[in-house]
DNA sequence: AAGGGTTACGTAAGCGCTTACCGTAACCGA
DNA sequence: TCGGTTACGGTAAGCGCTTACGTAACCCTT
């Protein structure tokens, strides 16, 4: 029904193939310029738009990249998944999201987006499992560049340098003459490597200094920012003796909410309280303290895993590579 | 080179067909327990998923649908977005993304995501101009419903009321006894339709109350919390008996922005000025202040739209239809 | 015993494009 | 005059599915 390929070469009056050949300049293949004129016009008269299925079946790819993360309404995310499809538009490639949690979990697979011939796939793990197909065999029919945290795992991957960051941030609190600072983790048991590396940092920053460390775990799950207000108000019902005069907070949405709910308590920040989170948002600096927190630019992310990606596409088969990416200290009011 | 509907025809000994609609549940087709049997095992044993893309073009449907937005850091277009890709991949489809600022601009077009049939769209517009193909035709090769703003065109569209919206929200800001009242708008003169009702509402209203209204037009861009900053220094900045006593904002970004420049001049909102938004986001919510704002759920706002959308794609030919969604006013501490 | 309905599956023609492999015809130099 | 280029473009075989149509075997009916 729609105009296809034969409309233009009946029109012009030329095959179909030589249709193709104009259209995607076909290295090595020259037409009078006649034909060329003659089918851009027929082109342009028709309004042909070709169709990407039929192409991408008959080249075997498909111009696409999938893009997996756990949700959208973390601003990180968003602004990742924004930067993958404007980058991988710029290179001509079509950017196919999914949303799951449930990829990264135990179970984690790759549902939808199974079957999709897309060229390559970004995906954002929040554990160290890997992509499994519907047979729960490791994914691999095209590549994957693993986001987030660093791997072993014989994957390639980009991930911020999360232990640095812990470090980064940790010193700061300490050096602001903060004593009895806790550590706030949504804690998945089940999956220990979790935020490892951060946590780590923590406890090695602390001990390093001579303080006691303290881990508070909530169970990890979707409305982050409550938590950090339940948590924030538990904190702020305790005895002063007996509360942490820091709180360092594993990711900004979580930050956000203990911010609110140290607040709503009537405690203020920094001056009863310090606090810090992760990631660099835009909520964080938009507090009215802006959150002193630690930022691994996801534009940056989504740019060095692209540029992995396409070399992988573009057949490079070396072994697997790994960026680790140096976050950067982003002092706000909270400290 | 991956196993395909051959390979397993291959291993059951039947012909590709039989797996086809075997696989497929087809109607009114009955096989063997036996050869069912067979086949979901080879399935199994090979981690056969078939291919989508020749299943599109098999069938002339992709079960892929598009979205087009502005952009991602908008958390309202983020939930957005987030809604579609979850409510469309529960129903079986897959969700495509476009970031283009320029759909909906007065060149507007359906950039990449021409030509991949997608079996229908959902478009984000801030202007009331209609999407066209490479040849600048309007754009109908599979249903679309525009996002955002009401139209007459014909189209389907599903949009917050904004001039129910614009008054309650100016009405809430005089209830509280303001009476020199100022509206920012980011306005595109070149498309002077952009936001009409939201303004028009605030004029409206201020007549009716017998006071004087006053706009202020600050360029359309992509920074909106910038030019929010500007513009509250601006303020800040005129002597007091000039200055305006609220300020209702087109929307939550700019009203942040203009939140953080009034505060670093040292304004205080809502005592020095009151301040409303309009989106109902979570960064406005994250305030120092929640920001008084109107909210028009996305997720019910891409539920509506879907619902729409997937009874055009099953055949629904009806004249154009339409959804206003009322927003709910959500009285912040900025006003 | 012949016609008719089931049951269970095969055949083959697409879907709209790409591309390896062949023509032609004109032109050119020797 | 003839073989060899060069310029231009047609043919047809896929890519991996779906589906309209056909058919063979079986059972039941009258």
Not at 38 to 64: C, D, F, P, Q, W
Not at 131 to 138: E, K, T
Not at 184 to 194: A, E, G, K
Request: overall charge negative.
């Amino acid at each position: 029904m729609a105009v296809s390929i034969k409309t233009v070469a009946e029109r012009v009056g030329v095959s179909e193939a030589t249709i193709s050949r104009v259209l995607n300049n076909k290295p090595g293949f020259q037409a009078s310029e006649d034909t060329r004129k003659k089918i851009h016009n027929a082109v342009a008269e028709l309004g042909y738009v070709g169709n990407k299925m039929a192409r991408s079946l008959g080249k075997g790819r498909s111009e696409t990249i999938g893009v997996i993360v756990d949700c959208l309404t973390n601003p990180y995310f968003a602004m990742l998944v924004e930067s993958t499809a404007t980058l991988s538009a710029a290179a001509g490639y079509h950017a196919l999201v999914e949303i799951t949690p449930s990829v990264g979990s135990a179970s984690g697979r790759v549902g939808q987006l199974s079957g999709w011939p897309v060229d390559g796939m970004l995906v954002w793990t929040n554990h160290w499992t890997i992509l499994q197909d519907a047979s729960g065999n490791a994914y691999k029919d095209s590549p994957i560049v693993y986001l987030g945290y660093p791997r072993t795992d014989g994957t390639d991957w980009v991930a911020s340098d999360l232990y640095d960051g812990g470090r980064q941030i940790t010193e700061h609190v300490y050096d602001t003459g903060r004593k009895n600072v806790w550590y706030l983790t949504p804690y998945d048991f089940d999956i220990p490597v979790r935020s490892e590396m951060r946590m780590r940092a923590y406890t090695d920053v602390t001990k390093e200094r001579g303080f006691q460390d303290h881990v508070i775990a909530t169970p990890r799950c979707e409305e982050s920012t409550d938590v950090g207000v339940a948590v924030g108000q538990q904190i702020a019902a305790m005895p002063k003796s007996e509360r942490p005069d820091a709180l360092v907070v594993q990711n900004d949405l979580i930050a956000i909410g203990v911010y609110r709910g140290l607040r709503d308590a009537g405690l203020r920040v920094p001056e009863d309280i310090a606090l810090t989170g992760f990631d660099g948002t835009l909520e964080g600096q938009n507090l009215e303290r802006p959150l002193t927190t630690l930022s691994t630019p996801p534009q940056e992310m989504a740019r060095v895993a692209l540029e992995i990606l396409f070399s992988r596409i573009a057949g490079n088969d070396a072994g697997p590579i790994g960026r680790m990416l140096k976050g950067t200290l982003l002092v706000g009011k909270t400290t």
